[in-house]
């Protein structure tokens, strides 16, 4: 028995209010800007939508008025917000100002509407007026353009020319269009008492339609040729989509949509009737329908429709679907079938009356036109029947255990029931248990076209065999699923020998029987959600269609090729339908059963194609903003860097992951799930970062550099070594003539104190030889004298001939003492003694200073006496490299000693060696001990 039961269906539309965020329900604009973000322009501010949250502005921020009525964008990225009597501000690095001329505007136009505006920076721009024609600012400047007319509007047409459009003053009910092609003006006149809210499209080259009060008219060729529609309202919005299709948004009205533009259909779709509604069309091609009344509704695609009927508490919703040779039927939780006609009507197909007593579960209609209807008693849920429908006869059978799924084999027609306990096959009005399958539970039976029957429970996955009957379990470890066992919640037999699998957490795979591969989509291997999957559905093409997180998906076969590679995953729709119970496609017609109602979809060739939006919102240069759009280059000091980025996609809010790269810096992709990169101290040099979107191919990339400083550049660093060179090569020449000055004064000095030192040698060597020769000539004693007077000549030839000398041979040195010593012997005779135990080696190799040896041995005489009873010994020998001079110490009294000769003897080997000269006395013997030089000392 039918009952007649029509629902009404219409476009899915997702509301966003105050609620949600906005300011105010009351919206009189909505505009995208160039990165991608969603304005909108409210009687209590402007407001910026980013997908999740708002961001409002309001005077408080700095806004010159709340009323927000027009929004613009210039080359720089400037945001500029027009009020309602036409004060303009704009947003620039998150802080908003006024433009130049501000109050100048408002207080020449009065109370005047403003109506547009074409902004190219913040000292100028256009703005068009409803009551006063348009104005022109230009650095300060302000141009009153046109003042005699009203309503006047501006518009960019696709190629960048400007439309200048007013409907007439009060007694003058004229439309006057003024078209500038290039720089020439053309107008366009037209009779007809056009009131508020002008707009205009261009159709082609010749042809400009044109809104005008509550009329849309066509110009042809600069003149009007008709009026294509006249409605009841006025018109407040004149758009077309990517599509073609015409938008005209009324007063109260609604939007009306004319497909490909035919304003002269009848009867054309109306959304939101009763609300006045402008319609914008972002990037992404969503639709944003905003309202002076209640906020804005987000239509994602015009294509998905919604019985929302199915969604309430009484009528419940739409669990299953059956497609009967082209008919669709539906279950829902409400114990109600219904039907789909091909005109879109639904209608209650049965009425299952207190006789029958039945709860249905599941429905199948086999080859001989028999239906079966299985379920649960209504009195009694515990116990299970089935309904035989063949023709007028109703037959009752009993079911084992509760209801699961039911399928008629397309090989041999067998009827399968699938229960609580197990898998049963329908012969002759009985069920008959499959062996093997009591021990489990089975939920749902698919076929494939090799005879196999596929049983999906909570363990896994079981194949039979239609031939035999034999009953085997797919085992975890053969599927690859990483040895874990899955919770299948649905199964799809593909084309060459391959299952497609939904899962409850895991997402979905693609398994090849033959190979015994799998592949998975889900986030970690697509970017998408695709985790919790309900239901699946293969249409002809082999795409397969799923459900999946609260969006629609597509996983589409490419090539006609057998394998899973050849599968390319899509998102089509981005709403939240609630949990989908189950998906079938009719007439090319999609149909979801959602927890939020019954949704078709028109267009099955529906996809995301266009990439969502990445875009780098902000770059934060040691903390201050910087913009992407100029040359980047910074100094070296700059190098702590933050980036932020957004993924603009109104139609997909899943919470994306990032993969970014710096070159220069990262070898490999940084995975992150934050939408912030930082980096600090980064050294000089060219780098390029990439980001992209976890799943997708498509880079965001720009290039900056970090300059060197001054004092590592090129030019730097040769001038200072240059200069090092030449400071060092000067500070080695002015130390090498200060050294040099040092040595030759030093060596000058050293010279003055030996002549001194000489000096001081030769009177007192003078004044004791003239002593010994006087003792001569005093006892007359010719001979001696004569003798002695020829070795004091030469010695003295010696003193002056070694004067200059630094050091002198002791061989030459030996033979001045010996002379001396033979002086002294002759006045002394036995009373003095010499043992000169210098070997010849000795005195020819070694070097001694000049008249050293010579004063030793001088001073053992002038200061010791020598007597018969007590003589004096003197002995020189040469022990290592000293010179031992030692007598027995025998003092003379009351004699005055200098002491000039040992002080100058040290004075001498000072400036020569830093050998010391020793000198013992033990009260007995006096030794004196000084140094002797080799043949290498010499030199020095």
């Not at 039945?358 to 515990?382: A, F, N, Q």
């Not at 949704?599 to 770059?619: C, G, H, R, S, Y």
């Not at 809010?653 to 940084?670: A, C, Q, R, S, T």
Request: proline share 2%; charged share 25%.
């Amino acid at each position: 028995m039918f009952v007649s039961s029509v629902q009404a269906q219409d476009v899915f539309l997702k509301h966003y209010g105050t609620t949600e965020g906005l300011p105010s329900n009351m919206i009189f604009k909505a505009y995208q800007d160039s990165d991608g973000y969603i304005w909108f322009g409210t009687n209590r501010g402007a407001s910026c939508f980013d997908g999740f949250n708002f961001q409002n502005y309001s005077v408080k921020d700095g806004l010159a008025a709340n009323a927000v009525f027009h929004f613009d964008e210039d080359d720089e990225k400037r945001i500029y917000m027009v009020t309602f009597l036409g004060r303009v501000s704009y947003l620039e690095n998150g802080i908003i100002k006024e433009t130049q001329g501000a109050k100048e505007i408002q207080e020449q136009q009065g109370n005047s509407i403003v109506s547009s505006i074409v902004a190219f920076s913040p000292d100028s721009f256009y703005l068009g007026f409803r009551q006063k024609g348009y104005i022109k600012v230009f650095k300060d400047t302000i141009i009153n353009e046109i003042d005699t007319v009203r309503n006047f509007f501006i518009n960019e047409f696709e190629n960048g020319k400007l439309l200048y459009g007013t409907t007439g003053i009060a007694k003058c009910p004229m439309t006057l269009l003024k078209y500038r092609n290039k720089n020439t003006f053309i107008s366009l006149d037209a009779q007809n008492e056009g009131k508020i809210h002008p707009r205009a499209l261009r159709v082609n080259k010749n042809e400009i339609i044109y809104s005008a009060g509550n009329k849309v008219l066509l110009f042809k060729n600069n003149k009007e040729v008709s009026c294509l529609r006249e409605f009841d309202e006025h018109i407040i919005n004149l758009s077309r989509d990517r599509q073609g299709n015409v938008w005209v948004g009324t007063l109260k009205g609604g939007a009306y949509f004319f497909p490909n533009g035919d304003l002269t259909i009848e009867n054309p779709e109306r959304l939101l009737k009763g609300y006045s509604v402008d319609v914008l069309q972002d990037r992404e091609g969503n639709y944003w329908l905003s309202t002076l009344e209640n906020g804005v509704y987000f239509l994602q695609s015009k294509s998905l429709l919604c019985f929302s009927e199915f969604s309430t508490k009484e009528k419940g919703h739409i669990e299953h679907f059956w497609n009967f040779d082209g008919e669709l039927w539906m279950l829902n939780n409400r114990n109600k079938v219904f039907s789909l006609d091909k005109k879109g009507n639904i209608k209650q197909a049965k009425d299952y009356d207190s006789k029958l007593n039945l709860r249905v579960m599941g429905m199948l209609r086999s080859t001989k036109g028999i239906e079966y209807h299985c379920g649960s008693y209504k009195d009694d849920p515990m116990f299970f029947k089935m309904l035989v429908f063949d023709g007028a006869k109703v037959k009752q059978m009993s079911l084992v255990s509760a209801f699961k799924d039911m399928l008629e084999s397309k090989i041999d027609s067998t009827i399968f029931v699938t229960t609580h306990i197990g898998l049963h096959e329908l012969k002759d009005d009985s069920l008959m248990a499959i062996k093997g399958s009591e021990a489990f539970r089975c939920n749902q039976l698919r076929e494939d076209k090799k005879g196999n029957l596929f049983i999906i429970n909570r363990d896994g996955v079981w194949r039979l065999s239609l031939k035999n009957r034999l009953l085997r379990k797919f085992k975890p470890d053969k599927m690859h699923f990483d040895g874990s066992i899955l919770n299948v919640s649905d199964l799809i037999v593909l084309d060459d020998d391959m299952l497609c699998l939904g899962t409850l957490g895991r997402g979905l795979y693609i398994y090849d029987q033959k190979s015994e591969t799998s592949r998975c989509f889900n986030l970690e291997t697509t970017g998408f959600k695709t985790g919790y999957i309900h239901a699946i559905f293969v249409d002809k093409n082999g795409d397969i269609w799923f459900g999946a997180n609260g969006g629609l998906f597509v996983l589409r076969k490419y090539m006609n090729a057998a394998s899973f590679d050849d599968y390319k995953l899509a998102r089509v729709l981005n709403v939240d339908f609630g949990e989908i119970y189950d998906i079938n496609i009719v007439d090319n017609k999609l149909y979801l059963a959602s927890g939020q109602g019954l949704f078709v979809l028109d267009d099955l060739a529906l996809e995301d194609n266009q990439k969502p939006d990445l875009v780098i919102t902000k770059m934060l240069v040691n903390q201050r903003l910087r913009s992407i759009d100029q040359q980047l280059i910074f100094n070296h000091d700059e190098n702590n860097i933050e980036i932020n980025f957004q993924v603009f996609s109104y139609r997909n809010l899943d919470e994306y992951e990032y993969l970014y790269k710096l070159k220069g810096v990262d070898k490999d992709w940084n995975q992150i799930k934050s939408n912030v990169v930082r980096f600090s101290q980064l050294s000089p040099g060219k780098y390029i970062f990439q980001l992209k979107v976890l799943g997708q191919n498509d880079l965001v990339e720009f290039v900056f550099r970090i300059k060197k400083p001054f004092w590592k550049k090129w030019w730097f660093i040769t001038i200072v070594t240059l200069l090092a060179i030449l400071f060092g090569w000067w500070l080695v020449d002015t130390r090498y003539r200060s050294l040099l000055r040092t040595v030759r004064m030093r060596e000058k000095l050293l010279e003055a104190e030996d002549s001194v030192l000489k000096a001081q040698i030769n009177p007192h060597f003078l004044f004791n030889s003239l002593s010994t020769l006087n003792s001569f000539i005093y006892k007359e004693d010719k001979e001696k004298a004569i003798r002695y007077l020829e070795g004091l000549s030469d010695l003295l030839r010696y003193v002056l001939s070694s004067k200059d000398s630094r050091l002198v041979r002791l061989a030459d040195e030996l033979k001045i003492v010996k002379e001396y010593c033979y002086l002294q012997k002759a006045r002394f005779g036995d009373k003095l003694n010499f043992n000169l135990s210098v070997s010849e080696v000795d005195a020819e190799r070694l070097y001694i200073v000049p008249m050293a040896f010579h004063m030793l041995i001088e001073n053992a005489v002038k200061h010791n006496y020598a007597t018969t009873t007590r003589k004096l010994y003197i002995r020189v020998s040469v022990k290592g490299n000293y010179l031992i001079v030692s007598n027995n110490l025998q003092l003379r009294q009351n004699i005055f000693s200098s002491k000039i000769g040992l002080k100058n003897i040290r004075k001498r080997y000072h400036m020569v060696t830093k050998r010391p000269v020793i000198i013992d006395n033990d009260g007995t013997n006096f030794v004196v001990k000084i140094p002797l030089f080799g043949e290498v000392d010499k030199g020095k």
